[in-house]
Antibody
């Protein structure tokens, strides 16, 4: 059974840092790209970062480029999101999601339950 | 303002059909695959359609996706009250080198 589980959310002050983790299991982790997708309170979904299965390629939304970093440890089946210089507008539920296939195409088939990040003084 | 444009809301009666549109450009929908998700309040999104028109196992054939040019469409037939949710389209944008989500459409089953 595929499982995706985020952790690490919480309350942080503006300008602060936080690291989220996403532990995945039930599939060959290194074969699949992963992504972080967030949802501000009452708003829609926003893709923020992605990383290929081997970790060699990373992709960033302009809204977080230079402040957030995605990485993965395939030996641990875990994806990380390092968030620096946090702003109030980064307040959101952060979801970790698995790409549905190893080939080209588009779709995220397994999502975690989300972890809430609140940026406030 | 999302790069992918969806109607904010749609509604229809139980048993009827509804269509949700997703409009983009050549850098995203026009040259990449589209996926669709549904989300109930307070829960994680779930994949409905991937690669424009394919359904994951367990998704009923009442849900169908299509793409033409720079637009994509999600059709839901035989509407049920349990279909009330927010629906999102998504795709890759080759210019931005990142994925995009539409603004979302709230479906109300009257």
């Amino acid at each position: 059974e595929v499982q995706v589980l985020e952790s690490g959310g919480g309350l942080v002050q503006p300008g602060g840092s936080l690291r989220l983790s996403c532990a995945a299991s039930g599939f060959i982790f290194s074969n699949y790209a992963m992504a972080w997708i967030r949802q501000a309170p009452g708003k829609g979904l926003e893709w923020v970062l992605g990383i290929t299965g081997g970790g060699g390629n990373t992709y960033y939304a302009d809204s977080v480029r230079g402040r957030f970093t995605i990485s993965r440890d395939n030996s641990k089946g875990t994806v990380y999101l390092q968030m620096n210089s946090l702003r109030a507008e980064d307040t959101a539920v952060y979801y970790c999601a698995k790409k549905y296939a190893t080939s080209s195409g588009h779709g995220f088939d397994y999502w975690g339950q989300g972890t809430l990040v609140t940026v406030s003084s | 303002q999302s790069v992918l444009t969806q109607p904010p809301s749609v509604s229809a009666a139980p048993g009827q059909k509804v269509t949700i549109s997703c409009s983009g450009s050549s850098s995203n929908i026009g040259n990449n695959y589209v996926s669709w998700y549904w989300q109930l309040p307070g829960t994680a999104p779930k994949l409905l359609i991937y690669d424009n028109d394919k359904r994951p196992s367990g998704i009923p054939d009442r849900f169908s996706g299509s793409k033409s040019g720079t637009s994509a469409t999600l059709d839901i037939t035989g509407l049920q009250t349990g279909d009330e949710a927010d629906y999102y389209c998504a795709t890759w944008d080759s210019s931005l080198s990142g994925s995009l989500f539409g603004g979302g459409t709230k479906l109300t089953v009257l």
